[in-house]
């Protein structure tokens, strides 16, 4: 597709500027600058019909999105006058236009080793809907499908200025999809221990865990659904032995269950809203000149290397 000649103070929300459609995490620093201009603008000869005048600029730059499968949009502003900056985004998927709110610092809070993160900081919300309408208490979100991953389609970001003065501004859009591969993580570096498909030959574990347990050697463990070790508790899963956290899959031949190495419906790729600092900054490498630094404003809103 060959990229339009139209300036931003040519476009509306009707002819946005569009910067691709996006299937793997994508990232863009847009820059540019907003207000009024004086200078002369239409035909010079006023003795015909013309619109020729003294004008110019714009207090909006307008942008679109094009997701190919469900994902996140991130927005967040950069220097050098970021208050004075409104950052707005549209689903172009709804007749009329439907503003989507962005989440801010009073979204949900994680905390861990004393330091408090906000996973979904500057997200384009997905929808705006009713509190937890699908209420699922083993989520993060609980279920509120605000912050669930925007549906595949068509989205609209507007850059506008709340100053009547030119103001230069700066952009940081991450466009980021929900993982799909599960990761298990062995405390052997040979990568001699893991789930294997077997019967459960020990006790279930219960939620939450109260006092010290230990998993024998060779045995299999099972905890339903999800499992909360209190503070100051230790479970050890001895070597050679598993622990299973997940829903009960019976077996075909047996009255027990049996462990299936196979992620199940249940499992929640999107409710730690992680962001890698290393996939952000391969993304940006990926697509970008080796001269083009990653924008530090984007490291605050990862919580991963």
Request: proline share 6%.
């Amino acid at each position: 597709m060959s990229r339009s000649a139209l300036s931003q103070p040519q476009r509306t929300q009707n002819n946005p500027l569009l910067l691709g459609a996006f299937s793997q995490t994508s990232i863009r620093y847009l820059t540019g600058t907003l207000g009024a201009q004086y200078k002369p603008i239409g035909r010079a000869d006023t003795s015909q019909i013309s619109n020729g005048g003294i004008g110019g600029g714009t207090y909006n730059h307008w942008f679109q999105v094009n997701l190919a499968e469900p994902g996140w949009i991130i927005l967040t502003k950069g220097p050098p006058r970021p208050k004075y900056i409104q950052v707005s985004a549209y689903d172009l998927n709804r007749t009329p236009i439907q503003g989507n709110p962005i989440f801010d610092a009073d979204s949900i809070h994680t905390s861990t080793n004393g330091s408090t993160y906000i996973p979904y900081l500057d997200t384009v919300m997905s929808s705006q809907s009713d509190f937890y309408n699908t209420f699922n208490r083993l989520r993060l979100d609980r279920g509120d499908d605000r912050y669930y991953p925007l549906n595949a389609g068509s989205y609209l970001i507007c850059v506008s200025s709340t100053r009547n003065e030119t103001l230069e501004y700066g952009l940081a859009v991450v466009i980021e999809f929900p993982v799909n591969e599960a990761f298990f993580e062995l405390e052997d570096f040979d990568g001699s221990v893991c789930l294997q498909e077997t019967d459960i030959d020990a006790p279930n574990i219960n939620s939450p865990v109260t006092v010290d347990t230990i998993i024998p050697v060779g045995a299999n463990a099972f905890t339903e659904t999800s499992c909360t070790i209190n503070s100051g508790v230790t479970l050890t899963v001895s070597d050679g032995s598993t622990w299973y956290i997940g829903e009960r899959i019976p077996s075909s031949t047996f009255d027990d269950f049996k462990i299936i190495l196979e992620v199940g419906d249940d499992a929640y790729y999107d409710t730690i809203h992680d962001h890698s600092l290393s996939e952000w900054q391969n993304a940006w490498d990926r697509e970008h000149q080796d001269t083009d630094k990653f924008p530090e404003l984007l490291v605050p809103l990862t919580n991963r290397p």
